[in-house]
């Protein structure tokens, strides 16, 4: 009988704590693949889109840039800078008016007042008018919202530009929203 009980052979302690490690990292990775999982699929995306785009100048001083931007992503977001050719432009210089209608109509140059700003001036789109506000700061977007942005004097367009392409950036906190127009005249 003793001669049965020294023939069994068991694991090992070396093998025992290989399996219980195995065992262990197995279950580390199931529990962080399906927390990836569950947070990556209940993440609200920020989506902006940039449409009918324009930069006008009226072939002597003054230039004008308009653009729609949408927010179609599931989020709230803020636009923190507006660059037009790689210039920011400043507060100042940035006229909007939020909406939520949906607008298919292009946008329209804005003859401005003698000073060159377009306080009290309206964006008379598709037959509505949208009265625009001059910004002093970083502009909020709800999502599903849609903001009509008109820029006076961005830097670096002049006379000769007319017909050469420009681009306009949007910047968030999470990207930069980047598309392309040519410059047009006015008149």
Known sequence: MKRLIKDRKGLSTVVTTLIILVVAILLATVVTFYAINVTTTRVQEESLQIFKQHIWHNGTTYAEGAFLVINTGGRDLV????????????????????????????????????????????STIGGTDYPLTQASDDLILKSGWSMIVYITNPDSISVSDIGVTVGFTAFTSNAQYYKETNVEASV
Do not use: F
């Not at 909007?96 to 007042?113: E, F, H, Q, R, V």
């Open 79 to 122: 636009i923190d800078k507006i660059a037009v050719r790689g210039q920011e432009s400043a507060w100042s210089t940035v006229y909007y008016n939020k909406t939520t209608n949906a607008i298919s109509a292009d946008l329209t140059y804005i003859t401005p007042l003698t000073n060159g700003t377009l306080v009290g001036k309206n």
